[in-house]
């Protein structure tokens, strides 16, 4: 098992930004690649970022390519992304998810490629 806690999350303005963070714990982190994902009330959830076990490969959805940062920090078994100009269409629970994997170079921005997720944390951006 692979517990995923996030944080981070909160109410802002439109332009402001945030920094999420995911926490990890019970299995070797760096045998996962990790991703981000968000559902916004009445939609589906979709992918936002991921990136590889080594932390060199990153992914990252249209809608927030060149605003959202994905790392990660393998001695802090932590991920984070770093959300830049936030709109208010970013509004949504954000969900942690890890993937294992045994390709050091793989990401994946299908929710079924993942077999563990967070409890999610909000992000509510008022324009």
């Known amino acids: 098992q692979v517990q995923l806690v996030e944080s981070g999350g909160g109410l802002v303005q439109a332009g402001d930004s945030l920094r999420l963070s995911c926490a990890a714990s019970?299995?070797?982190?760096?045998?996962?690649?990790m991703g981000w994902f968000r559902q916004a009330p009445g939609k589906e959830r979709e992918f936002v970022t991921s990136i590889n076990r080594n932390g060199d490969v990153t992914t990252y959805a249209d809608s927030v390519k060149g605003r959202f940062t994905i790392s990660r920090d393998n001695a802090k078994n932590t991920v984070y992304v770093q959300m830049n100009s936030l709109k208010a269409d970013d509004s949504a629970v954000y969900y942690c998810?890890?993937?294992?994997?045994?390709?050091?170079?793989?990401?994946?921005?299908?929710?079924?490629?993942?077999?563990?997720w967070g409890q999610g944390t909000q992000v509510t951006v008022s324009s």
């Open positions: 019970g299995r070797t982190f760096t045998n996962y690649a």
């Open positions: 998810a890890a993937a294992f994997t045994y390709y050091k170079d793989r990401v994946y921005d299908n929710p079924d490629q993942y077999h563990y």
